[in-house]
């Protein structure tokens, strides 16, 4: 008997820390950011995380909360590696119970990690990388993206660079990032000529080889002449300048990036490109928000992917919001299509076929300020979301 009295609390005493445990659960939303917090994108993987950090804390208004469910933010280091972002996803949704997932900084990661949320029937919102397959070819229900895509980049950069009588050939990095930025900058090109491609290894430290191959190309053909780089990461593809460039009649072009890398462009005054994001050209409440707290924490301007990390805060909570503080897949879905939020750029929305953020980008021109220790990009105009015929790259 009394045996049978003690598996009696027992059990009684374990229904109570399952309810308890569920009631827990219950109780908090879980957010996984899957990131390169080490590795060759580290510069960028931190950035997205303060971004988020500070867009969560926002959209909450300091709450860290979403319907009375506390937001909890699990932090997984990819280290650039596909294989170990994919690893660490799945344990993220299967031991950490992460309800949602937010992700990564490399493109080659991500498109290993797409397979787990659809495994998993799960959300990943994929911010910062930018290859088109995600949101194209590759992509299943349960991705979303608030990171531009190479469409985007491609496309705004056509804008500024894409005259008559321009020949243009493309230095990028030999992946994904890479020849999907290129694939899509050739596809927006209407009236120049695309005449050569050059793709480098990512850990290219030494330009003067491909460096070499561009200039053969260009240098006797009539009419302007640019050079269009899409790099990432490491690595300064900007020294290709000093093979005197200027005696061929040939001009840099590329797009924007994070203010360091941004320093090599004090020595291109003129230079135009199209930016995702650079902190004095969005003008409205969100951006002000992040700019003044940015320097009140940090002493400094918020970059380029800090602006992203902040979107994604932004859009997962206000998805939260208007489901209630439900974080299941079907149901977030279901909101998230053509969702409608703000972020530091302004409005961006959902697009129901592929998810992609359809968002502003920005025509710049390159000015030397002796106040800053990087080439400053100004505006020449806003080029808006309804203005890009950005495809739809899925077979949905």
């Known amino acids: ?22 009631w827990a659960a219950d109780g908090e939303i879980r957010i996984a950011h899957v990131y390169s917090r080490t590795g060759p994108l580290e510069a960028y993987g931190k950035q997205t995380a303060i971004g988020l950090q500070m867009g969560l804390d926002y959209a909450t ?34 031991d950490d119970k992460a309800d949602v997932a937010i992700g990564p900084t490399s493109s080659g990661v991500a498109l290993a990690m797409l397979p787990v949320a659809e495994e998993y029937k799960k959300i990943l919102l994929v911010e910062p990388a930018v290859a088109d397959s995600i949101t194209g070819d590759k992509w299943n229900k349960y991705i979303f993206r608030t990171g531009r895509n190479s469409s985007q980049d491609a496309i705004s950069n056509a804008v500024a660079l894409d005259k008559p009588g321009t020949v243009i050939a493309t230095l990028a990095q030999d992946y994904a990032f890479g020849r999907d930025g290129v694939k899509a900058f050739k596809e927006a090109i209407r009236k ?73 462009y004090k020595n291109f005054p003129g230079m135009e490109g199209a930016t995702y994001y650079y902190f004095g050209i969005p003008k409205n409440p969100v951006n002000e928000w992040l700019v003044a707290n940015h320097y009140k924490q940090y002493k400094a301007p918020p970059d380029f992917f800090t602006a992203g990390g902040m ?32 972020s530091p750029k302004g409005p961006m929305t959902f697009r129901k076929q592929d998810h992609q953020a359809l968002q502003s ?23 808006k979301a309804e203005e890009m015929d950005v495809p739809v790259r899925n077979t949905r």
């Open 1 to 22: 008997m009394l045996f049978k009295a003690f598996c009696k609390q027992v059990c009684t005493a374990a229904a109570a820390w399952v309810a308890l445990s569920a």
């Open 61 to 94: 208004g300091g709450t860290m909360t979403v319907a009375g469910k506390k937001l909890v933010v699990i932090e997984k280091d990819d280290q650039g590696k596909p294989d170990l972002g994919k690893s660490l996803l799945a344990a993220a949704y299967g």
């Open 192 to 264: 120049a000529k695309v005449v050569h491609e050059e793709y480098l290894p990512t850990s290219t430290t030494d330009f003067t080889a491909g460096a070499q191959r561009l200039i053969d190309k260009l240098k006797d053909l009539p009419g302007r002449k640019l050079i269009w780089i899409v790099w990432a990461g490491a690595g300064n593809p900007f020294k290709i300048a000093d093979l005197d460039l200027k005696r061929y009649g040939i001009e840099i072009a590329t797009g924007g990036n994070i203010l360091p890398a941004m320093a090599a």
């Open 311 to 342: 979107t994604a805060g932004i859009a997962i909570v206000e998805a939260l919001k208007k489901t209630g503080g439900d974080a299941s897949a079907n149901k977030l879905i279901a909101t998230m299509e053509g969702l409608r939020f703000e």
């Open 361 to 383: 980008m920005y025509h710049f021109k390159i000015k030397v300020d002796p106040a800053f220790p990087w080439g400053v990009p100004e505006l020449v105009r806003e080029i």
